[in-house]
Structure formats: structure tokens, C-alpha cells
């Protein structure tokens, strides 16, 4: 049989009044009474013997003595008598204080012990199902060790020593292991006498079993809670993630629209222009002749070549020319960038330029770079590497690139100056013989004000912002991550101290196979 035990706080007790040393203080009284009588008594004998010698001294000292006894003997009875009515009336109360104290430990159910100092079990009370299947004549008498197993014993020696000793009230728990099962045990350790404790044992295996069944209960409707509420929480994330879808669908759609109403002016402006010089050119040469062959003009050409600033003209039109061209140009990129930027519906994954998607992207936030007000320009450094193209959806990662640049410049909206976003790429090399195969690092940083360190490990959890209020959805970096973690395999990391600024690292392996 295998026990294991437990030790529970203890409980204050205070000793009780013990009748039964009151009732032998009376019996020693009443002892020394009838001692006293029965001296009297033989001092009589005497007196009547030494009266025989003289019998008429007898006679007449006889009614003086009998007088003289029965006067002793009343005055004895006097005392004798109370003493008799409280010996009797304190046998009655311990007579019926024993009657309520047999009813009582009768009524309990449980199992208990009468344990003397020495450890002799000097009392025994069955439980009422007799669950341990102990027999009084194999306890009555005996040492606990010959009762219970060593360390049972062992336990129980030591609370009945410290219930002798601190006489407080122990409680403690062991474990018995049945024919089936575990039983649970409770025992309590009761001072009862100076010598002596009351152990008052107790199964308490159903109290055991359903507590554990509540404890399961509890643990089993906090995940319930806990599913419930991540289940919530993945609605409203994809909810928010199937809006800002539509939007980016819609965005793109417009974009797409934009870029193809601004191509194709652009496109028959970018072209006409080269013809437009050329015309130029030739009629200036035209103009340059007509000096060199009629250097004296007539009044009303004169009038004309001042009034018109020809010169000034003759010498601004190139200018202009390459200005227009610059214009149009850019205008072209732009269009391109918002066409490339709106393709976010891709289906396959492309060796792509890196340097590509970021440059287009800072051509889309050209404006929100320039300077406002009191703000200085955001000066955008670019510390590209020599990088090898990856496959990926690169129109996914210029959204990304967006996500994590607008964050940058909301970031530096309110710093005066200097304002600075540095982006710098490097091929990263893993260690040789990892699984882990080649990669590149995209780190953006900026010089803003950084992220508290409170909450910097929720900057990916969505709906989490720490703009104002109507400014951010709190779903950008957790889109971000998204699409590199579970798109790319990649890895998307943030690091930021306070007052010196927040970089955020993209780690992206050159070849290796993407969840889609």
C-alpha cells in the first residue's frame, strides 16, 4: 500500500476543563474524611478500656462520653454530607457530559484515534462504512508503528508531537492507493489531555475528484473563452483584411485608370517632343539665316524682335524643351509605378528587382516627402548592395515597402529637423551547411521619435496603431507581415529606441518555395 502525504496550515486550541482529575481531587477528600472517623473510633475502644478498671469512673464519665461522641459524630455528618450531595451531583454531570460526548463521537462518520504521547493507540472509533477494515482488538494498545505502514506512522508521530507541543489544531492529507484506486485521506490532530491527541480521519476522495473536476471545467471554459475570443478576433481580422482588400482592390483599379490615362498623353507628349525640338531647331537656324542675310531688318521686324525678347526666347527654348521632356519623363515612371503598384492580384511568383519596387514606391510618396511649413524636406538616403533578383510576388512587397515608408514619414511629420529615411539592401549570406539558403536584407529606418518599449511587441497585431485616431486602421504592418511570413517565408523584425528612431528589417530568401 503507497502513501503520500501533505502537510495544511494549523489551528488554534485551547485545552479544555477535565472533569475527571476534578473527581479525584473529591475522592481523596472524602477519603481523608473516613480517616478521621475511624481514628475517632479507636480512640473510643481505648477510653472503654481503661474506663473497665474503674467502673464507677465508667458510669459516670459514660454519659458525659456517649454525649461527647455523638456531639463528634453529628458535627462529623455535617461535614460529611455536602461533600457526599457535590460528589454526587459532579458524577451526574460527567455522567451526562460522557452521554453527550458518546452521542456525538457516535454521530460523526468519520474515523478516529486516541493517541497517547508514546504513540499508543489508547482509543479507537470506526468509521461508519469501515472503509480502513480495522478490528479494535489489533489497534487497541498498540504503537502507531505497528498499526500503519513507516512513513504513515512516521507522519503521524510527527503531527501528534506537534500538536502536543504547540497544542494547535494539524491538519493534513495522504494519499492511499486502494485495490482500484486512489483514496484521498484528511486528518485532523486534536489535543485532548496533556498526554494525548485525537486524530479524526476523513475520506475525502469524492471532495478530491470534484475538485478536479471543476479545475478541468475551469481550464476547459477558459480555452473555450480563449477560442471563442481568437476566433472573434480572426473574424474581425479577416473582416478588416477583406475591406482593406476590396480597398486595395478598388485602389488599384483607380490606379490602374490613372496610370493608363496619364500614359497615353504622356506617351504622345514624350514622343511629339523629339519632333517639336528638331522643328525648333530648324526654324532658329531659319532665324539665324534671315540675320545673317538681312542684318539690317526693317522697323516693323526690329519692332517685333524687341517686343518679343527673340533672344531671350532663342536662348530659353532648348531649356525648355529638356524641361518638358525631364517632365514628361517623369510623368512616364509614374505611371508606370502606379500601374506595376496596382497589379496586387498575382498568381505566380517572378525573379524580380528589389531596387525596383523601392525605387517606385518613393516615386508614389515623392510628394509626402517634400517640404511643409516648418518642416524640412525627409531626405531619403539609399544604401543599395549588389543584390541578386529574387522570386517573389514583387507587387506584394511594394506593399509592404508602402506600409513601412508611410509609417516612417508619419513618424517624422512632427520633427522639424533634420528628417531622415535611410533604406540600404545587402545580399546575407547563411551559414555554410544551413538548410536556411541565401537571402537578402531590406532595412528601412528612420530618425523619428521610436516606439515605446511597452509596446513594441504588438506592432504587428492588428487593429494595434499608435496614430490618432481616424489616421491609422492599425492594419499595415500586420498585412506586412503577413505577406512576408506566410507569402514569403521570410522574416519581418522591428527594432526602436526611444528618441533615436525605429528600423524595421526584411529578411527574403532568394529561391525557396512560398505558401501562397
Known amino acids: 500500500m503507497s502513501y503520500y502525504l501533505f502537510q495544511k496550515d494549523s489551528f488554534n486550541y485551547t485545552p479544555m476543563f477535565d472533569p475527571v ?3 479525584l481531587n473529591q475522592n481523596a477528600i472524602l477519603d ?3 480517616a478521621d472517623y475511624e481514628r475517632l473510633i479507636a480512640e473510643r475502644n481505648y477510653l472503654d478500656k481503661e474506663l473497665g478498671k474503674a467502673h464507677q469512673e465508667i458510669h459516670q464519665l459514660k454519659t458525659a462520653l456517649a454525649s461527647s461522641t455523638l456531639v463528634c459524630l453529628h458535627l462529623e455528618t455535617q461535614k460529611v454530607n455536602p461533600i457526599q450531595e457535590q460528589y454526587d451531583q459532579m458524577t451526574k454531570v460527567l455522567e451526562q457530559a460522557e452521554a453527550k ?3 456525538l463521537i457516535q454521530a460523526i462518520p468519520d474515523l478516529m484515534f486516541c493517541i497517547s504521547r508514546e504513540g499508543l493507540v489508547v482509543d479507537y472509533y470506526p468509521d461508519k462504512q469501515n472503509l480502513h477494515r480495522l478490528d479494535i482488538e489489533d489497534i487497541i494498545g498498540k504503537k502507531i508503528e505497528d498499526v500503519f505502514p513507516k512513513d504513515l506512522a512516521d507522519w503521524t508521530r510527527y503531527y501528534l508531537e506537534k500538536t502536543l507541543e504547540t497544542g494547535q489544531i494539524q491538519v493534513g492529507e495522504y494519499v492511499v492507493r486502494g485495490d482500484k484506486d ?3 485521506y484528511e486528518a485532523r490532530y486534536v489535543k485532548s489531555g496533556s498526554h494525548e491527541i485525537l486524530a479524526i480521519v476523513r475520506d475525502i476522495t469524492q471532495r478530491k475528484q470534484v475538485e478536479a473536476n471543476l479545475r478541468v471545467s475551469e481550464i476547459q471554459e477558459r480555452e473555450r473563452a480563449l477560442q471563442l475570443e481568437k476566433t472573434l478576433q480572426d473574424l474581425r481580422q479577416t473582416q478588416a483584411q477583406l475591406i482593406q482588400a476590396e480597398k486595395m482592390s478598388s485602389l488599384g483599379q483607380m490606379m490602374t485608370e490613372i496610370a493608363h490615362e496619364i500614359k497615353n498623353p504622356i506617351s504622345s507628349i514624350h514622343g511629339n517632343l523629339t519632333y517639336v525640338d528638331q522643328d525648333i ?9 534671315y540675320q545673317q542675310q538681312y542684318p539690317e531688318p526693317t522697323p516693323e521686324i526690329q519692332t517685333f524682335i524687341t517686343t518679343s525678347d527673340i533672344h531671350t526666347i532663342i536662348n530659353e527654348l532648348p531649356q525648355s524643351i529638356e524641361f518638358m521632356r525631364l517632365g514628361a519623363n517623369r510623368l512616364y515612371d509614374l505611371a508606370l509605378s502606379l500601374r506595376n503598384f496596382s497589379r496586387l492580384d498575382e498568381q505566380e511568383m517572378v525573379l524580380a528587382d528589389i531596387h525596383v519596387g523601392l525605387d517606385g514606391t518613393l516615386k508614389i510618396l515623392h510628394n509626402q516627402l517634400k517640404a511643409k511649413g516648418n518642416h524640412a524636406e525627409i531626405q531619403v538616403i ?5 543584390i ?15 506600409n513601412i515608408l508611410s509609417n516612417a514619414i508619419d513618424a517624422l511629420e512632427p520633427q522639424p529637423m ?5 533604406i540600404k539592401t545587402q545580399a546575407y549570406k547563411m551559414h555554410p551547411g544551413s538548410i536556411i539558403q541565401d537571402a537578402i536584407c531590406v532595412s528601412i529606418s528612420d530618425n523619428g521619435p521610436g516606439i515605446p518599449q511597452s509596446v513594441q511587441d504588438r506592432v504587428f497585431n492588428a487593429f494595434f496603431t499608435t496614430k490618432p485616431l481616424g489616421k491609422g486602421t492599425g492594419l499595415g504592418l500586420s498585412i506586412s507581415q503577413q505577406i512576408v511570413v506566410e507569402k514569403h517565408n521570410g522574416r519581418l523584425k522591428c527594432t526602436s529606441e526611444e528618441g533615436k528612431g525605429t528600423t524595421f528589417e526584411i529578411l527574403l530568401f532568394v529561391d525557396q518555395p512560398c505558401a501562397s
Not at 541578386?388 to 512587397?397: H, M, R, S, T, W
Request: hydrophobic share 40%.
Open 32 to 34: 481523608r474524611i473516613l
Open 101 to 103: 460526548t458518546t452521542s
Open 382 to 386: 539609399k544604401d543599395y548592395g549588389a
Open 388 to 402: 541578386p533578383f529574387i522570386k517573389c510576388y514583387p507587387n506584394q512587397l511594394n506593399q509592404v515597402f508602402m
Open 281 to 289: 531647331k530648324a526654324l532658329m537656324e531659319l532665324v539665324k539665316l
Open 418 to 422: 533634420p528628417r531622415q529615411i535611410t
Open 182 to 184: 486512489w483514496h484521498h
Open 21 to 23: 482529575w476534578e473527581d
